[in-house]
């Protein structure tokens, strides 16, 4: 069974950071892509980063330069590093698991971590 724990969600301030966590089971993780993304309230769900098997990594033009995804495949965990966060950073931050294999897509969500940037 597949299951992706995400965690370290919570208030931040603006300006301050935040990492967040995804825990992954059931899956060879070294194989997936592994990618953060967020929906605020009456809004679409949007990607915020995603780094590949490979360790290359992509972002949203909102979040580069302030937030970073990492990788640890020994502990099966994929991080969201939220440095300088702003209000509009709010959002519940679902963690996603992704492979194409033999023409078939794999796709796997968390349940995910509510964010709020305040002060």
């Known amino acids: 069974q597949v299951q ?17 966590s995804c825990a992954a ?3 060879s993780f070294s194989a997936y ?6 929906q605020a309230p009456g809004k679409q769900r949007e990607l915020v980063a995603v780094i590949t098997s ?16 990492s990788r ?14 702003k209000p509009e950073d709010t959002a ?3 963690c996603n698991a992704h492979r194409l294999r033999f023409g ?3 796709d796997y969500w968390g349940q995910g ?4 940037v305040s002060s």
């Open 4 to 20: 992706l724990v995400e965690s370290g969600g919570g208030l931040v301030q603006p300006g301050g950071s935040l990492r967040l």
């Open 25 to 27: 089971s059931g899956i």
């Open 33 to 38: 892509a592994m990618g953060w993304y967020r």
């Open 54 to 69: 490979g360790s290359d990594t992509n972002y949203a033009s909102s979040v580069k330069d302030r937030f970073t995804i």
């Open 72 to 85: 640890d495949n020994g502990k099966n965990t994929v991080y969201l590093q939220m440095n300088r966060p």
């Open 92 to 94: 519940v931050y679902y």
């Open 104 to 106: 078939v897509n794999y």
């Open 113 to 116: 971590t509510q964010v709020t």
